[in-house]
């Protein structure tokens, strides 16, 4: 089986640079949504928000762990190959470096051959801040921290949990940055509704957060990019954060490139303050994101070859 989910690590992280999430195709993150949505409505009410954010985040392990777990064991069962077609298509599904480039590529296109309020409904779809106060360099820099925080959330931290325990510790990892990206918020709904998705998603996070970086500052020396600067700004910057975890890649994004990221956002009308990340060698343009785009394949392809390397010495062992 060892063997088998290798195979279906290098076919998903291979169909996901290929193919990305090709519309209209039922999605795992869509089924997570669906179902947190379900949930959400049932447990809201409940006088104990935190129970009721705790009972959300069980039921949403407890199904979209325990239904991917059945099915890879079902279809062990009858077919080795089965399971290699079942387990790709999971871990092709938990990957998204092909989506995150080409939905922060709309926002470069907007910038370059659009209208700033093109710019704005682009960056809107994959950012949670509001957009409608941003200028150019604003939508430019939300895109760019985008790619940098889910380089780690959308591309190596799937790759380590799968790396770690096949594609259904990688269904795990996914359902619970579903739940945070949801219910994770720190506004009047969900402050205590939405603590344990949270927490439980920087518990998760935390160790691929920073696996992301060093790859990352690799990834930079490879790419062309300032590594020594990332590195430096890295080393400065990481805990310039509320989240433990979102500042990693995002000091590494900013040094390798030489610009200043993060800042004061605005979220749902509300200035949330944030320090400065990087120094500000010069202004930040939207060519930053295509740069953006080559630290996030290279960091991926360190990983895969990282999780590769980690099976065949598994493999040798037993």
């Not at 949505?37 to 928000?49: G, T, W």
């Not at 949670?128 to 939508?139: I, K, M, P, S």
Request: net charge neutral.
């Amino acid at each position: 089986m060892l063997l088998y989910d290798t195979a279906a690590l290098l076919l998903g992280f291979l169909l996901d640079l290929l193919l990305g999430d090709p519309q209209g195709w039922p999605h795992i993150v869509r089924w997570y949504g669906k179902l947190i949505e379900v949930l959400e409505k049932q447990l809201y009410p409940m006088a104990n928000k935190r129970l009721a954010g705790g009972l959300l985040v069980v039921g949403v392990l407890v199904i979209g762990t325990g239904v991917p777990l059945a099915l890879l064991a079902l279809a062990w069962t009858l077919s080795p190959w089965c399971y290699l077609a079942l387990a790709s298509l999971l871990d092709w599904q938990c990957l998204a470096a092909r989506s995150l480039r080409l939905e922060s590529l709309r926002v470069y296109t907007a910038l370059t051959d659009g209208t700033l309020e093109d710019a704005r409904r682009a960056v809107g779809m994959i950012v949670g801040r509001d957009t409608d106060v941003l200028d150019e360099a604003g939508v430019a820099r939300a895109a760019v921290e985008t790619v940098a925080e889910n380089t780690s959330d959308g591309e190596v931290a799937p790759l380590f949990y799968m790396m770690l325990g096949g594609p259904a510790l990688g269904c795990l990892y996914k359902a619970v940055n579903t739940m945070d990206s949801m219910v994770g918020y720190r506004n009047e709904r969900y402050m205590r509704f939405g603590t344990c998705a949270a927490r439980l998603d920087d518990v998760m996070n935390y160790l691929p957060s920073r696996l992301s970086a060093l790859l990352m500052i690799a990834a930079a020396k490879l790419t062309g990019a300032d590594a020594a600067n990332a590195l430096r700004i890295w080393q400065r910057d990481r805990r310039k954060h509320d989240s433990p975890n979102s500042a990693q890649t995002e000091a590494v994004m900013a040094g390798a490139l030489r610009v200043r990221l993060a800042g004061d956002a605005r979220y749902f009308g509300q200035i949330h303050k944030k320090q400065y990340i990087g120094d500000d060698f010069r202004p930040i343009e939207p060519e930053d994101i295509r740069r953006s785009h080559r630290l996030l394949y290279g960091t991926a392809w360190l990983m895969l070859l990282l999780a590769v390397m980690e099976r065949m010495c598994v493999y040798a062992a037993l």
